[in-house]
Every structure is written in C-alpha cells, then in structure tokens.
C-alpha cells in the first residue's frame, strides 16, 4: 500500500486528479455547509461549534467509510425498476430523498422567518429542536452528499488513496470555515433567505437528478453567485445608507 502512495505521489497526474477532487469536494461541500450552519444558528449559542464539529466530522466519517466499499457503492447506480421509461437506482433513490428532505426542511425554515408570531403550527414540534435532533438531520443529509460526492469522485479517478487525501484536505478546508460562515449568516437576516432559497434549489435540483433530469452543477453554483454578488451590493448600499444617516444626525 505505502508503495502504491510514492508511485501516486511521484505521478505528475495523480497531483491533478488530487487537486480537482479537492476543487470539486469543496464546491459540493458548500451545499452541507449552509446547510449545518442554518440548522445549527438554531441551537443555543454554546452548542452550535459542537454540533457544527459533530456535524462535520460525520460527513469526514461517512466518506472515509464509503471510500472502503467503492465497489458497492458504484452498483448504486445499477438500475432497480424502471417507471416512467427511467430506470431507478438506489442513488436515484438515496438524491430524491434527500431532495424531499431538503426542500421540506428549508421551506419549513422559510415559514418560521416569515412568521412574525412563531406560532405553533403543522411544521412546529418540540423533537424538532435540540440538539440531537440537529444531529440527526445533519446525519441525513451527510449520508446523502457522501454518496453523490463519492460516486462523483470515483468517476473522476480510480485512486483510492487520492479520494481519501482530497476528503481529508476538504473536511478541513469545512472545519475552518464553518463558524465564520455560520456567524456570517446569523449576523445578517437577508443572507438567512438567500441561503435557504439555495437549500430550496438544490433540493429542487436532487430531486430532479434522481428522476434522470440532470441539471449541470456549473448553472446551480452559477445562480448561486450571482445571488450572493447581489446581496453583497446590497449589504454596502444599506452600510452607507446608515453612514449617510449617522453623519446626517451629527450634523
């Protein structure tokens, strides 16, 4: 095995495959990470860098261990019934359910901001809080990136040692940012909207995936920064605005 790693690590090629698989981790990353950060800005404020920790760490371990099966886990996409002239895998399967779960989850969140009462209501109950509960759902939709993203991954390169190299550097790169992104996103109400009409999206875009509607990830990230550039002018034009106000009050 240690002689398999040097021969990879002398292969020019193998750097590049190492350095587009982190490139790609991290992009998918992005979709889990807004995700943890919303669901855990909901947690009391001394346990969200642990369930954030936790969260993460699931998604390293999830990985890690799917990498150990990459035989089973590319007979995931054989076909298990068709309908609809679409033939079912059990990765169909695992992104439509992880697309339901999504767009459930951010539509559910989407009603708690808009509603100014938070009263009690068909999308409130009390498992749906603490911190268990966030670690369960976190543990859902790691289970469901991890397989997208290995079955990504084991389309790109055949090298074991590469996937989990790029995995590891990934989870990192995820752990560093988590708490700023998650602080970033608690700190300012309209990005709160704009990440779960990215959750709504990507749940939109899974589901359609699992239904052999493939829709390219390049427009998905594309939409999203696009999104995120407009809300950043936004954020300066309201700064200013409240500069202007606050010069305007001490003259």
Known sequence: MFENIAVLAADPAAWAALITLIAMEVVLGIDNLIFISILTNKLPEAQRSKARRIGIGLALIFRLALLGTVAWIVQLTDPLFELF??????????????????????????????????????????????????????????????????????????????????????????????????NFINKNPTIVMLALGFLLMIGTALIADGFGAHVPKGYIYAAMAFSAGVEFLNMLARRAKKKRAAAAEKS
Do not use: C, N, Y
């Open 85 to 182: 002239d679409h033939g079912f895998s059990w990765r169909d399967l695992i992104l439509i359910a992880g697309g339901l779960f999504l767009v459930w989850k951010a539509t559910k969140e989407i009603h708690h901001t808009v509603d100014a009462d938070h009263a009690p209501d068909m999308f409130d109950a009390a498992s749906t809080r603490g911190f268990a509960a966030a670690i369960t759902q976190i543990l859902i939709l790691d289970l469901v990136f991890s397989v997208d993203s290995i079955i990504t991954a084991v389309g790109m390169t055949d090298h074991v040692p590469i996937m989990m190299a790029a995995v590891l550097v990934t989870v990192f790169i995820m752990l560093v940012a988590a708490d700023p992104l998650a």
